[in-house]
């Protein structure tokens, strides 16, 4: 059994992005704290305008409520943890709208996430991608 995880992650914008100007809509985050390394990537929905903020606050909202919440939602069902993910999400999404006064559907993305805490883990897919 590993006692010690690292985490790395990183992005390459694709050729159609890069041919069309587009900004990448692919985002990571690695972070560990509370005794738990997670680790996000969404890649934003191409149908979405906004879909590349969209995905780089969504791993940044999922990150940080996997390391607060751990050892909460490792008590759950799958549809439960789904549920609450989802809600974390969506209500950090409503509110960064809410901010940028952008509509929350142009920040869509699907999301994959890992959580990691002595040797429980937590992992999954957010979205229809």
């Known amino acids: 059994m590993f006692s010690r995880w690292v985490g790395a992650g990183a992005v390459q914008e694709g050729a159609i992005q890069d041919g069309e100007g587009k900004p990448c809509q692919n985002n990571v985050a690695v972070q560990s ?3 738990v390394l997670s680790a996000v990537l969404a890649d ?3 149908y979405a305008e906004n879909s ?3 995905s780089s606050k ?3 909202i999922v990150t940080d409520y996997l390391i607060e919440e751990f050892d909460s939602l490792i008590q759950l069902d799958s549809a439960e943890i789904a549920n609450e993910l989802y809600q974390a999400l969506d209500g950090g999404l409503a509110d960064y709208a ?3 006064s952008l509509e929350p559907e142009s920040l869509s993305s699907t999301l ?4 990691i805490k002595a040797g429980a883990v937590l992992f999954g897919r957010l979205g229809g991608g």
């Not at 994959?112 to 959580?115: A, E, N, P, R, T």
């Open 44 to 46: 934003g929905a191409g």
């Open 52 to 54: 590349h903020l969209g």
């Open 58 to 60: 969504s791993v940044e």
């Open 98 to 100: 809410d901010e940028e």
């Open 112 to 115: 994959l996430f890992v959580g």
């Open 33 to 35: 704290g509370n005794g």
